[in-house]
């Protein structure tokens, strides 16, 4: 079970990237175009966020109840161990604020009045979310897993 859901964790990291990258690029289109927001726009807000809230359920499982690296963190701290602090620590509370970045991008984009500030929220609340999952992506471990 914990090799399915680590697997699937890792595959959906692309996806949420891809994603998030197309949106960004997206908005700095239209932010530099003038050209109105779209429904595409909006499908791939929404299918950034909903990639990011599942990548982040998932993450959860892994974190409270399938992953041996954290179940040892949660029963014994960090212990000096670089690999362990990054999971137990860096790399969760740093997910769980990038997904709550872009789902306040998304929510701020879909109340907007103008296509202009759809945009510019996309574009800001993404990028923070980004640059915040790139500092926390655990680039030591493998790109792509088998299932």
Known sequence: MYSVFL????LLRW???????YAILSSVHGLLSRRPYTKQDNVMRIMANTFGHTQLLI???LYFS????????LQNGASGSAQISFFGIQ????MFLAVVAMT???AL???????????????????IALTMII???????PWFRGF
């Open 7 to 10: 697997s699937l964790h890792n």
């Open 15 to 21: 996806f949420v990237l891809a994603s998030m990258l």
């Open 59 to 61: 993450g959860f499982a």
């Open 66 to 73: 399938l992953s041996p690296i954290t179940s040892y963190f």
């Open 91 to 94: 790399h969760a509370v740093t």
């Open 104 to 106: 306040v991008g998304g």
């Open 109 to 127: 984009a879909k109340r907007a009045k103008t296509d202009r500030s759809k945009f510019r929220y996309v574009l800001t609340w993404f990028l």
């Open 135 to 141: 500092f926390a992506m655990p680039w030591f471990r």
